[in-house]
């Protein structure tokens, strides 16, 4: 079993960057009027976002970890694809591309306000993160999955969107491999640093926030109109609480039968100087898949660096070794002639999955709110959920203004149950899926 905010090895994008200075853990006892329990880009998103709306209240972030080696700070770096994954399982149903496109189009609005707010900080305080509108591939390797990708573009085209087609020789010539059949392209999405923009989202909250990491929530509880937490050198009282702590709010009693731990592993190539050119003609460029569930996802750095993102365990992480071996094999797949490659950077991170695919999201009892369950997409989306729970926890949006358009995530059954069901779901889409889980 993992433990709240721990993880086995390093955020490689973390190593890559100059080490940060902590903040100081919290010691002693601590009264504010709202406790953020974790600081990733919710949490972040929440605290700063309160600081807005009530300017004249205490408020307090704690983390049990450090920015950077977060989720936050270990995902893929990809934000604002208005690209849809689909179901292989679904895909042949003719109408599998609309709705995915359809259900895109509704997350979108959530992910475009999370982005522009992003971008806004990043011009603000000059954060050093690379965040840049690159674009980014939707891949196919089978023939069902590709013909999905041909009917989403054509569905799009008549929603008056563009999402040109590649097929295999160019795709080739711009990435370096051949692996896949064919491609969609969309211009909206953008590429960035994870931890370098995480980090500098933490450096640059308004001074007025008080933010301890090393601090470890262990236990919530009401006591009278107050939440008390409990951490292992320090006692907080809290009029509201704000869980931003992940999949990780599980350990804290809240969201076990809604949400799933999955991890998925990352790795990254040393800089591969002149044979960089190896992978495609442009100097930097993202790929992610078309299958919804067990797809990798690539991308180029611009230091000539090769990054993939894939393979998922349930509920624990993968020894590093069986990570390293299978992340290469699927590197060496894709670009055979980089095989003597090996990874400088290999590492994990939790994703918190919801069935159906809603966020866990608004106010669990008085006082106590959440934000969490984004299926592994909550950089733009837990920025601008965060920014809404604020909303909220100030009495200035109704629930309805996110579980309307977004709904609510759907009840799990206990273990052994659960397990059995979602190694189920995942074998066959697996299954149905082919190449393109790889
Ligand atoms: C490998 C990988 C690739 C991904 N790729 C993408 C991508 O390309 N684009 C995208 O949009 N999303 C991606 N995601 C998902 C995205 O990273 C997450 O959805 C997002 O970072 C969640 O942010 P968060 O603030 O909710 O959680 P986190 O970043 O996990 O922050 C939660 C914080 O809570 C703290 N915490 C936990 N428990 C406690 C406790 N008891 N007490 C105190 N603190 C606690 C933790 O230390 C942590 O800092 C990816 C995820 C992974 C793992």
Redesign the pocket.
Known sequence: MYR???YQMRSGWNAMLPPRICRPALNGKLSVDHAV?????????VARRLKELEPETDILI??????G???????????GSDLPTVSMASASRADASADALSKQNVIAVF?AEGLAWLKDLVARYGIDCGLRQVGSFKAAVSERAAAALLRMSESASTQGRTLPVYKQDALEELTGTCFYRLAIRSESTHLFQ?AAL?RGLADHLPSDIVFH?G????NIEKVGERWHLT?PQARISARNVIL??????K??GYGKDRLVSL????GVTERLGNRARLLGSLPEW?M?SAQRAGGS?LRRLSDGRCMI?SLYSYEAELKESVIRRRLLDRFRRRYPHLADIDFEYV??????VTRGGAPFWGELEQGLFI??G?????????TAL?RRLAELVAGKVAQETVTGPLGRPGWLPPEPFRFVGVRGTAMYEEFRAGADAT
């Open positions: 709240a905010s721990t329990v974790g600081a990733g880009f919710t949490g972040l998103a704690i983390d049990g970890g450090t920015v080696e977060n989720a936050s700070g270990r995902n893929s770096g990809f934000s992910d994870p995480v990491e601090t470890t929530v262990s951490c931003a702590n992940n999949a990780f709010v350990l804290l991890f998925t592993y990352v993202g992610t996802t993102r590492w994990g991170g939790v994703t918190d934000s969490a984004y299926n592994g997409s909550g950089v733009a989306k837990g965060g």
